[in-house]
């Protein structure tokens, strides 16, 4: 029998491997039917295009899900791990409850990611890269429906994709978004629904024109307090003296990001603080660093965040500019930086979060947590 993990293939130039789609071996698939109630046992699909009635809710009525994880090649390729498979099991089904879809059973999701990463081994980038082989499970209503109900039929899915980081590893400037809600306050904020994503496209592509990497979301009442980036979590960290602290939102309109727990528990390892509570935009000149943490981004630097003041950006700091010297003012705009435009390294307290969390995914780090599930 051939030894496990094969060695990666050599049709992928690894030290350019990027953040796009790269066909594989295959995916996973199982369905559910109302008539049975259950899921099938997960099949190997070679053919990357699937068969789905045009008139699915999938395709309509937005009824879809999806999550993002990552499996990486531990050192001399002794073996393949999964990073946190059982909290997107858990985040998958808090989404389907959102839009209807029963729950994948965890030890379904379970099973169905590793045997994608399994049948697709010699695609998980070489150990050395850094890199990861991307996982995109996803659940959808897939029979065909006319009326607004729950369908009969749900497909869950998971493909796979070689990539490195979503925003690279240099420091990236956030815009704030005030011309647009992601979530409404009573909405699905907290699901990972491609509704909560598609809709923010036309400005996140927009800001990336105007030099913005990345796009920040307040609370759509108020716009008063930081609900997440476009793409990840928000994390501000405070230095006062010897000590840190981590905080995050508790918004209920916010995505639970893994990568952003996985990097509070590494801070409390540490003896760092971590609050979860509502961080008021008033407070972003207080943070020595803020950084964006997701799957596909890891963790992100950012240089700085500018908002530009309009009638629904009601909060402006101009008033306390001399009392915050990272805060700038200027046409209309106000940006507070974190990492200057001389500075082309991230800030310290992200370089050692991010080295600590990539050790324990790459296996260069004892896994103290029990993160790892090995394929
Ligand atoms: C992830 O980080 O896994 C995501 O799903 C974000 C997506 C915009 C790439």
């Known amino acids: 029998m051939a030894s496990f993990p094969p060695p990666v ?14 066909e594989v071996n295959g995916h996973i698939e199982s369905h559910y039917s109302h008539k049975t109630g259950k899921w099938t046992d997960p099949v190997f699909v070679t053919d990357p295009y699937i068969r789905l009635h045009g008139m699915a809710p999938a395709l309509n009525y937005g009824q879809q899900a999806y999550e993002g994880l990552k499996a990486f090649r531990t050192p001399g390729d002794k073996s393949i791990t ?64 006319l009326g607004l109900s729950p369908p009969e039929e749900y497909t869950f899915a998971v493909y796979v994709v070689p990539t490195g980081v979503y925003h690279g590893s240099h420091p990236v400037k956030a815009l704030i978004l005030d011309e647009f809600d992601r979530a409404a306050p009573n909405g699905t904020g907290s699901a990972k629904v491609g509704g909560n994503y598609a809709p923010v496209l036309r400005w996140s592509e927009k800001a990336r024109q105007e030099g913005y990497g990345i796009t920040l979301h307040l609370d759509s009442k108020a716009h008063e307090e930081v609900d997440e980036f476009s793409t990840s979590g928000f994390i501000g960290a405070i230095v006062e003296g010897d000590s840190v602290t981590l905080v995050v939102p508790d918004s209920k309109n916010a995505i639970k990001s893994v990568t952003s727990e996985s990097i509070q528990d590494i801070g409390r390892s540490w003896g760092w603080k971590v609050e979860q509570r509502s961080i008021k935009y008033s407070e972003l000149p207080n943070f020595t660093e803020v950084m964006a943490a997701g799957t596909a981004a890891a963790l992100v630097p950012i240089r700085s965040i500018t908002r530009r003041m309009g009638p629904s950006s009601p909060q402006s700091l101009a008033a306390t ?55």
Not at 365 to 374: A, I, M, S, T, Y
Request: hydrophobic letters at 40%; charged letters at 20%; proline letters at 7%.
């Open 82 to 145: 999964i990073f946190r498979p059982d909290r997107n099991a858990k985040r998958l089904q808090h989404s389907a409850e959102f839009i209807s879809i029963p729950p994948v059973p965890e030890q379904l999701f379970l099973d169905s990611v590793k045997a994608a990463v399994a049948l697709n081994a010699e695609f998980v980038p070489p150990h050395e890269t850094g890199a990861a082989l991307y996982i995109r499970p996803q659940v959808y209503g897939s029979s065909a429906q």
């Open 321 to 375: 500019v001399n009392q915050h010297p990272r805060l700038s003012t200027s046409n209309g705009e106000e940006t507070v930086t974190y990492i200057p435009e001389s500075q082309e390294d991230a800030g310290s307290l992200c370089v050692r979060l991010l080295t600590q969390l990539k050790g324990i995914q790459l296996g260069k780090v004892q896994d103290q947590f029990g993160w790892c599930f090995k394929v």
């Open 9 to 22: 293939v050599n049709t992928i130039d690894w030290s350019n491997i990027g953040f796009k789609i790269r």
